[in-house]
């Protein structure tokens, strides 16, 4: 596999830091640096908006369900998955693989990880705290977002994968299609 696409692997991992940047900017646009330290250095945690999680939604996740959505999110938003991984781990992967592969594209999602800090369950739907953070450092704590049951497995709702690409500025037409980003009923 080429070092470009291992990279890609961590693109999800890219959304956070670029968001983070994003959100800083004064022309609200995605700026690309070189450096590996957050473009941002507000210690304000940045949340996705409208994001309906609660902590009263939902009832506390078992330990097996949240081992596995704390491993579909590390998956998905850690630097050292493959893309395959990334993508597996995210509802609906397929439709967000040339997405991925951008984000991957970037030095800044060489060190990024999530960790999974809640998980509260409703039938095939959990609400997720998560936080996102880059050498060791949280750029993005106590996010809000949402992991659905898809046969059987648990994965990051691509609701909240376009959450953080909307908050970035490029989210792709994937996440204009509600047959792609709804959640289970």
């Not at 693109?11 to 941002?40: D, E, F, N, Q, R």
């Not at 609400?127 to 450092?137: D, K, L, P």
């Not at 977002?145 to 709702?157: I, P, S």
Request: hydrophobic letters at 40%.
């Amino acid at each position: 596999m080429s070092e470009s696409l291992r990279r890609a692997a961590g693109g999800a991992a890219l959304v956070a830091t670029l968001l983070v940047a994003g959100c800083s900017s004064s022309g609200g646009g995605v700026h690309k640096s070189s450096s590996s330290t957050p473009a941002s250095s507000s210690s304000t945690p940045v949340t996705t908006p409208s994001s309906p999680v609660s902590s009263a939604s939902g009832t506390p996740a078992d330990p097996a369900t949240r081992k596995a959505v704390a491993d579909a999110y590390a998956a998905f938003f850690g630097y050292k998955s493959t893309l395959a991984q990334s993508q597996a781990a995210l509802q609906h992967g397929a439709s967000f693989h040339q997405t991925l592969v951008e984000q991957g594209k970037s030095s800044l999602a060489d060190k990024s990880t999530a960790t999974v800090n809640s998980v509260r369950v409703a039938g095939d739907i959990a609400y997720v705290a998560f936080t996102i953070s880059e050498n060791g450092q949280p750029l993005l704590a106590n996010t809000p977002g949402y992991a659905v049951r898809e046969n059987g497995t648990w994965k990051v709702a691509a609701k909240t994968f376009c959450a953080l690409l909307t908050l970035q500025g490029s989210a792709p037409a994937a996440c204009s299609d509600p047959s792609i980003t709804a959640l289970p009923h």
